[in-house]
């Protein structure tokens, strides 16, 4: 379990951060801004999730609220660790679990007959929002992989949290206002 004494400890002050095995990074390295970009990922799903109403769907999120931060410990954590010496590592089974509620979702949507904007309900809006960001997330988490290999079933977690996040977005404009649908040169 995690204490905290003090939230300040002056390691930082010289631009570097810890990794969970110890060792010190830059913080400008892109492995820095996965982590960080997945910490900013769980936080506007945070906002999200504070304005959905109790059920089956926030309980969902606060649990992947919860494995964000997992995720976040195991890009900290550099891969390729003997096995057993950092066990908080994304399995292929949590990214199978975020397959299941993708195909749980979508399976009342009507299919897409064009792009869908971000927006309706406040609560999809949120949802766009996290997702946009958790792309971003992907997005730095596969730079950083570049660098140095990050764990493969983290790159396939944070891939499919996104595509949930989508489907999620259109679930909730479909129980409310529906989707709003980008209209090709509409403004023309």
Do not use: C
């Not at 977690?157 to 259109?170: A, G, K, M, P």
């Amino acid at each position: 379990m995690v204490k905290l004494n003090r939230i300040y400890t002056r390691t930082g002050d010289a631009g570097t951060s810890g990794l969970v095995d110890g060792s010190r990074i830059s913080k400008s390295e892109p492995l820095m801004a996965a982590i960080g970009d997945v910490d900013e990922a769980n936080s506007v799903l945070g906002v999200a999730v504070v304005q959905m109403v109790p059920g089956p769907q926030r309980d969902l999120l606060l649990g992947i609220q919860n494995e964000l931060f997992d995720l976040g410990a195991d890009v900290a954590t550099p891969w390729g660790q003997k096995p057993g010496a950092y066990d908080l590592r994304v399995t292929e089974r949590q990214v199978e679990r975020l397959e299941e509620a993708i195909d749980l979702a979508n399976d009342d949507l009507d299919p897409l007959t064009s792009f869908v904007l971000p927006g309706g309900d406040p609560v999809a809006a949120a949802l766009h929002v996290a997702r946009a960001v958790t792309r971003r997330a992907e997005r730095s988490m596969v730079a950083a992989n570049e660098r140095a290999p990050i764990n493969p079933a983290a790159l396939m977690y944070i891939n499919r949290l996104s595509d949930l996040l989508f489907v999620l977005s259109r679930h909730v404009n479909k129980m409310s206002s529906g989707d709003v649908l980008w209209v090709p040169g509409a403004s023309r």
